[in-house]
């Protein structure tokens, strides 16, 4: 069940408006069910007049889970530290600098089979 949808890295023109990038966070009330056996991509929400007992006891769940919930910190709201990310190159000089991979060129001719 999403009772939240924002866009993601879909363009413009894909045919779910919720994937869209352009897309903001959005409450969805009741939330939005989808069968992923027959429907992966998640383009058609199931009707929820059809599956009310099943939302009662999803919601129900999702009260009792946040319930006894501890919240940590947000990693995302604590910036970003070069550092700490991975690094594409280990023990390259200058670091963290040399690690992005938009800087490593590698030689295809020399590949490993």
Known sequence: AHYYTRGGL?????PDEVCRGNYSLHKHDPPLLFDLHSDPSELYALDPTEYSQLLALVDEAKTAFEATMTWGQSQM????????????RPGCVPFPECC???????DMSRRIP
């Open 77 to 88: 709201e604590r910036g970003r530290n070069s550092t700490v990310e991975p690094c594409a």
């Open 10 to 14: 879909c363009g413009d023109t894909y």
């Open 100 to 106: 992005r991979t938009d800087t490593l060129h590698l």
